[in-house]
C-alpha cells in the first residue's frame, strides 16, 4: 500500500488518521508520509523510500534508532516479561542514574509521558505549597493537562483563558501566562500573585516555540523571584534531560529547580516519563505523602530496561563534544545555502538541538518566532521531505541529531537540503 492509501484507510479509524496531531503534517501541507522502519539516522516509508532523519521521533533517540545496545536490553527482558505491577530492580537502577545524574534531583518518580510527569509536578507543586495559581509562558508546551493548555490572556500578567475547548475557565484562570524571556512581566506577576503562585513551569531552553534559549539572567531571575516568594520552580527538561548535557539544562547553566520533570531520551525511544526533586517535597507523594499520583505500567520493566541502555552508553561515550560540532556543521552549512539564496532566516541552536526560522528578526519568544514566514516553512518542508530529509513537520519544533548522524550524513543532507531550497 502506497502512504497516501494507507493515510486514507487511517483517516477513518483515527481521528485525522494519526495517534498524536502534528503527524498529519497539517502545519506544512502535502501527504504525511507513513514510516516502515528506521535504522540509525535513516528512517524508510511504506513506500520504501528512505530519508536522513533529523526528527529523530521529536528528540528521544541521542544515540539513533534502534541502537543495538538497547534493542538487546529489550529483547532479553521481553522473555522475562513486559509488566509485573509490582516494583522491579530495574526501576532501582535507572531511579539511580537520574540521581547521580541531578543534584537537584534527590528522589524520582517514573510515569509513562511528558505529560503525566509535568501534570503531576503542578499537582505536587500545590499540594505541597497549599496555594492554587501556576505560571507557565507563552510558546512553552509542556503536554496536554488541562491546567497546561491555556492561552495568555489580554495583557501581561492576566489569568489565562482555555486553550482549546474541554479546559472550562475556572481551570485556565488558575494558569498565568507570561512572555518567555521578559523578566519585567515576571516580576508585575509576582507583584500581582506572587504569595498565591504555588509554581512556575517553564522550558529552561524552549523547543517547542522552536528553539528559543533563555536570555542572559532570565533563569536566574526566576529562581530568586520564585525563592523569594515561596513558589516552586519546575523545569520541564523532557527535551533538555541528557540532551544538553549529562545534567541536562539545569547543569548547562548552573541554576537548579526545585523540581525537574524528564522524559523523551529518559526512556530511549520506550514510554517514559518522570518527575523529581528534593527529598522534602518528593516525600509529600502517595503513598509517603498524602499528594496522590499511581499508574499501572510506572516504572515497567520494558521501558527502565531500556531506559538505563540509553543512558549507560551514552554516560560511556560522552557524545556532547562531537554533537555539538556536527550539528554546527550542519547549521553553518544550512545558513550558507539560504543566505546564498537571499532567504532571510535565523537558527537557534543548542548542543544537538536547532531551528531554522525565516526572518529577519531576532527570535526570543513566541511573538517573535510567530512572525517567522510560516509558509515559507511549509515548501521548506516539502522540498526537504521530496529529497529524502525528514525534519519537524511544524516550525515550532527542534531537529535533533544523534550519535548515529555521521559527517557523510551531514554532507549528504547539505547537498540534498541545497537542491531543495533551490527548488523553492
Ligand atoms: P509527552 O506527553 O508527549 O510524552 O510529553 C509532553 C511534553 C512535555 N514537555 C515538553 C518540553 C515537550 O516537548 C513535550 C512533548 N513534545 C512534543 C513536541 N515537541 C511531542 C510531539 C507530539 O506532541 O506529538
Given at each position: ?24 503534517f497539517k502545519a506544512v501541507g502535502g ?347 511549509g515548501?521548506?518542508f516539502r ?42
Open positions: 500500500m502506497t502512504n497516501a492509501e494507507l493515510f486514507e484507510k487511517a483517516k477513518k479509524l483515527m481521528p485525522g488518521g494519526v495517534s498524536s496531531p502534528v503527524r498529519a501527504e504525511p508520509i507513513i514510516v516502515s522502519k528506521a535504522q540509525g539516522s535513516r528512517l524508510w516509508d511504506v513506500e520504501g523510500k528512505e530519508y536522513i532523519d533529523f526528527l529523530m521521533s521529536w528528540g528521544p533517540l541521542i544515540l539513533g534508532h534502534a541502537h543495538p545496545r538497547v534493542v538487546r536490553a529489550i529483547e532479553e527482558q521481553a522473555r522475562r516479561g513486559l509488566s509485573y505491577g509490582i516494583t522491579n530492580e530495574h526501576e532501582i537502577k535507572l531511579a539511580e542514574l537520574v540521581v547521580d545524574s541531578m543534584p537537584s534531583v534527590q528522589m524520582v518518580r517514573f510515569v509513562s509521558s511528558g505529560t503525566e510527569a509535568t501534570m503531576s509536578a503542578i499537582r505536587l507543586a500545590r499540594g505541597y505549597t497549599g496555594r492554587k495559581y501556576i505560571v507557565k509562558f507563552d510558546g512553552c508546551y509542556h503536554g496536554h493537562a488541562d491546567s497546561l493548555l491555556v492561552s495568555a490572556g489580554s495583557g501581561v500578567a492576566t489569568l489565562g483563558i482555555p486553550g482549546t475547548p474541554g479546559v472550562p475557565e475556572e481551570i485556565a484562570s488558575l494558569t498565568l501566562v507570561l512572555p518567555y524571556n521578559n523578566p519585567a512581566a515576571l516580576e508585575e506577576a509576582f507583584e500581582k500573585y506572587g504569595e498565591q503562585i504555588a509554581c512556575v513551569i517553564v522550558e529552561p531552553v524552549a523547543g517547542n516555540m522552536g528553539v528559543v534559549l533563555p536570555r542572559e539572567g532570565f533563569l536566574e531571575r526566576l529562581r530568586n523571584l520564585t525563592l523569594k516568594y515561596g513558589a516552586l520552580l519546575i523545569y520541564d527538561e523532557v527535551i533538555t534531560n541528557f540532551r544538553l548535557s549529562r545534567g541536562g539544562a539545569q547543569a548547562y547553566f548552573g541554576i537548579d529547580p526545585d523540581i525537574t520533570c524528564m522524559g523523551k531520551i529518559l526512556g530511549g525511544g520506550m514510554p517514559l516519563g518522570a518527575y523529581g526533586g528534593k527529598r522534602e517535597i518528593m516525600e509529600k507523594v502517595a503513598p509517603e505523602g498524602p499528594i496522590y499520583q499511581a499508574g499501572t505500567l510506572s516504572g515497567n520493566p520494558f521501558s527502565m530496561v531500556a531506559g538505563i541502555a540509553t543512558l549507560t552508553q551514552l554516560f560511556e561515550e560522552n557524545p556532547y563534544e562531537r554533537l555539538e560540532k556536527l550539528t554546527q556543521r550542519l547549521t553553518e552549512g544550512i545558513s550558507r545555502i539560504l543566505s546564498h539564496k537571499g532567504i532571510p532566516h535565523r537558527i537557534n541552536r543548542i548542543a544537538s538541538m536547532f531551528t531554522v526560522f525565516f526572518t529577519e528578526e531576532e527570535v526570543y519568544d513566541y511573538e517573535t518566532a510567530r512572525r517567522s514566514d510560516r509558509e515559507l516553512f515548501r521548506f522540498a526537504l521531505l521530496r529529497e529524502g530529509i525528514l525534519i519537524p513537520p511544524a516550525q515550532f519544533e527542534a531537529w535533533f541529531l544523534s550519535t548515529a548522524h555521521t559527517e557523510e550524513d551531514i554532507d549528504r543532507a547539505l547537498e540534498k537540503i541545497e537542491r531543495a531550497v533551490s527548488s523553492l
